[in-house]
């Protein structure tokens, strides 16, 4: 019984992770990822019963998929590899844009309670933190500045993220820019030792 029910709550989180990315956050309602998992209206209820959890399971998938991306980042050197995760992250927000909007919106999400049948959302994005807090104070040679400076910096790279998927950098710099502007962005937050 306990591998059914774990089958079916995985279909609904498929079925809502297929709804997210293609259509958006606000397109994930418990009746349409029941109709896409197959089952009936109600069901989704016994194993999320918010809506809050359902959309934090899916956004935990979210995070799942950008720290497996964060993770075949190849580079050598601590710079290298901070680059390489940057264009992951922004990779990620202009190819998954629903999933990454979902992700960051935790007035939708279950960030700081236990979540029906899975650890707090903010474990899944705590490693990911301290994997690019541990990278920036390599690159600096400040440990005790770096979870700043990488607070500091993931709000640049979101914001550089969602500019680039309205379109505004675009506009203001031209196309082929991202990556010198990304350059600056990481100078800006390393002091030059990008």
Do not use: K
């Not at 400040?142 to 379109?167: F, K, R």
């Amino acid at each position: 019984m306990d591998d059914e029910r774990g089958s079916l709550r995985e279909r609904l989180v498929d079925a809502g992770v297929e709804l997210v990315v293609a259509e958006g956050s606000g397109a994930v309602g418990l009746r349409e990822i029941a109709r896409r998992a197959g089952v009936s209206h109600g069901a989704p209820r016994r194993y999320f019963p918010t809506h809050r959890e359902l959309l934090s399971a899916v956004a935990r998938r979210g995070f799942e998929e950008l720290a497996g991306r964060f993770a075949e980042v190849r580079a050598e050197g601590a710079a290298e590899r901070l680059a390489g995760t940057a264009r992951e992250y922004l990779r990620f927000a202009r190819e998954r844009r629903g999933m990454f909007e979902l992700m960051f919106r935790h007035e939708l999400l279950n960030s700081d309670g236990q979540e029906a049948d899975g650890p707090r959302l903010r474990e899944a994005t705590g490693p990911l933190f301290a994997e690019l807090a541990g990278l920036v104070a390599r690159c600096t040679g400040e440990p005790e500045n770096a979870p700043v400076v990488t607070a500091a910096l993931w709000a640049n790279l979101h914001g550089l993220a969602q500019l680039q998927g309205w379109g505004s950098v675009q506009l203001m710099l031209g196309e082929g820019q991202e990556e010198r502007l990304l350059e600056t962005v990481l100078a800006a937050h390393l002091g030059g030792r990008s």
